[in-house]
């Protein structure tokens, strides 16, 4: 089974507060139901997104948790994250971060980092 693609991840993490501004409208407004079906229909989709954050969370901490590499396909070891970001460890590539920005939403980034720890030497947007 190959494992899932971190690109997807990093987007799914970029696409989670724009739910939970959807799910805010529909507190602000509980009357309209425009904005209590946007409301469900956010919650329905986050709710399962929050299950596998906190399972791909216990796998993070016992070491078990990998990508596939968005620059070479290979299984990769994620190998630290927090807040709004993620590492993963390539056996070609080295190690490779994942950003996503909470505003604005859907803002995202992955790239190649250095030796040094700083931004990409060959760190390419994808």
């Not at 509980?30 to 329905?44: E, H, I, N, R, Y």
């Not at 590492?87 to 980034?109: A, H, M, N």
Request: contains cysteine.
């Amino acid at each position: 089974m190959k494992p899932p693609s971190f690109k997807l991840w990093i987007k799914i993490g970029a696409l989670v507060p724009l739910l939970f501004i959807c799910i805010f409208v529909g507190f602000v407004f509980p009357d309209s139901t425009v904005s209590k079906g946007l409301s469900f229909v956010a919650s329905a989709i986050l709710i399962p997104l929050c299950l596998m954050g906190g399972i791909m969370g216990v796998l993070l901490s016992m070491n078990r948790l990998f990508f596939r590499c968005p620059f070479c396909s290979a299984k990769s070891r994620a190998i630290g994250g927090g807040g709004r970001c993620l590492w993963i460890e390539c056996p070609t590539c080295g190690v490779i971060s994942g950003t996503f920005s909470r505003f604005p939403p859907l803002t995202w980034r992955i790239e190649k980092e250095t030796d040094q720890g700083g931004d990409g030497e060959a760190g390419e947007d994808v």
